[in-house]
Nanobody, 128 residues
């Protein structure tokens, strides 16, 4: 499994960015793919996630209504649209994947997974 994130940058508060994640190597559909972020001195935080099998999505409360996760199955690419950005969204964003081994727990986990695969992150800086 390989994942490569891109699309980060510097943006003013209230601005937007679109992150992309090129994926490959998935031979099964029982994966959750998503984004986590890590800011300097802070713990890793799951941001958004999607079940590969049926496309169900979830978001952490701090980004719900501002971030939108989508995918292009033909291209094997996952997108995260970041709107109404705030300085507290500043972090390195990573695209990640984990085998979804416990059916029925997707929404209760709120994208907090022990991610098994992730690639190089992309940095998002929100500052005026």
């Amino acid at each position: 499994v390989q994942l490569q994130a891109s699309g980060g940058g510097l943006v003013q508060p209230g601005g937007s960015l679109r992150l992309s994640c090129a994926t490959s190597g998935f031979t099964r559909s029982d994966y959750v793919i998503g984004w986590f972020r890590q800011a300097p001195g802070k713990a890793r935080e799951g941001v958004s996630c999607i079940k590969k099998s049926d496309g169900a999505t979830d978001y952490v409360d701090s980004v719900a209504g501002r971030f939108t996760l989508s995918r292009d199955n033909a291209k094997g690419t996952l997108y995260l649209q970041l709107d109404s950005l705030k300085p507290e969204d500043t972090a390195v964003y990573y695209c990640a994947a984990v085998k979804y081994l416990t059916p029925g727990t997707f929404y209760s986990r709120r994208c907090h997974f022990d991610w098994q695969h992730w690639g190089q992150g992309t940095e998002v800086t929100v500052s005026s």
